[in-house]
């Protein structure tokens, strides 16, 4: 039987997935929130900013997880 294999390796994946799950939207959403508090400029552009790459790193996780569920068949 052949070895399961994707393009992200254990560590980095669950890392990329801790990120994504729970720390970038966390992030995004105390700049949208606290940033208008304290009159930072750009809460908008930089919440939205770390939600693209929120984005962007889930889409990877995908990607991982689909090549990780049909590779060894």
């Not at 052949?2 to 939207?25: C, D, H, Q």
């Not at 900013?49 to 590779?71: E, P, R, W």
Request: aromatic share 10%; charged share 15%; with cysteine.
């Amino acid at each position: 039987m052949e070895e399961k294999r994707s393009f992200l390796n254990g560590t980095v994946y669950e890392i990329l997935k801790w990120m994504a799950v729970i720390a970038l939207p966390a992030l995004a959403v105390f700049v949208k929130t606290v940033f208008p508090t304290w009159e930072i400029p750009y809460a908008e552009q930089i919440s939205t900013t770390i939600m693209a790459v929120d984005a962007l790193i889930g889409a990877l996780i995908c990607v991982s997880t689909v090549q990780y569920n049909n590779s060894g068949k």
